[in-house]
């Protein structure tokens, strides 16, 4: 069965430093996701893209935050300038008739 | 705005028992809803789909139920297993369209005992 593959799967930065997370959705998904899960918090929704567009974000995605599709297959979230409250487990997904996939994460730390 | 909350937190049982998750929306007015496992510093696998229509949905040895008017759902898994042991999450998809974000409960954590 196809999978939502996320790289990588753990990255450390330092404060006001740019991170780029990957993402490689499953290829008949049309809508794609980005999620994050701060350690013992719920999962939130941040944005959501679809045909080169974001069709949805969340309050905690502002300005430093992006999303990209620059290629046919991949899919990222760049932080411009991360702060130590980013640090977070960011999920990619996708839908496909309603039902979201989700990859395995990738585990930022920002020290 | 959609609330999801799932109680209990944290259940701790012997093997072999059934037990019932309970997950609790506060805007009935969703596409569907699904209940995910996490295990820990994991991504989130998907384990069943009810679309609003439905009333449950099968896989196995676990069963998920949706009352849609009270805004309730739950996850009834049989002759529990210590592979079973993760956090459960349920999330909704609200709105009328099966494009939207999902919405998620805090999550339920178990612990099954050999």
């Known amino acids: 069965e196809p999978e939502v593959t996320q790289t990588p799967s753990h990255q450390v930065t330092q404060m006001g430093q740019e991170v780029i997370l990957r993402c490689v959705p499953i290829s008949n998904h049309l809508y794609f996701y980005w999620y994050r899960q701060i350690l013992g918090q719920k999962v939130e929704f941040l944005v959501s893209f679809y045909n080169n567009e974001i069709s949805e974000k969340s309050e905690i995605f502002d300005d430093q935050f992006s999303v990209e599709r620059p290629d046919g297959s991949n899919f990222t979230l760049k932080i411009r300038s991360t702060k130590l409250e980013d640090s977070a487990m960011y999920f990619c997904?996708?839908?496909?008739?309603?039902?979201?996939?989700f990859g395995p994460g990738t585990r930022l730390t920002v020290t | 705005k959609q609330e999801v909350t799932q109680i209990p937190a944290a259940l701790s049982v012997p093997e072999g028992e059934n037990l019932v998750l309970n997950c609790s929306f506060t805007d009935s007015a969703i596409y569907n809803l699904q209940w995910f496992r996490q295990d820990p510093g994991k991504g989130l696998t998907s384990l069943l789909l009810i679309q609003s229509s439905q009333r449950e949905q099968t896989s196995g040895r676990l069963n998920a139920s949706l009352d849609k008017s009270s805004g309730r759902s739950t996850l009834y898994i049989a002759a529990s297993q210590p592979g079973d042991s993760a956090t459960y999450l349920c999330a909704v998809r609200p709105g009328s369209g099966n494009t939207g974000k999902l919405i998620f409960g805090q999550g339920t954590t178990l612990q099954v005992k050999p």
């Open positions: 997904a996708g839908s496909q008739a309603g039902e979201g996939r």
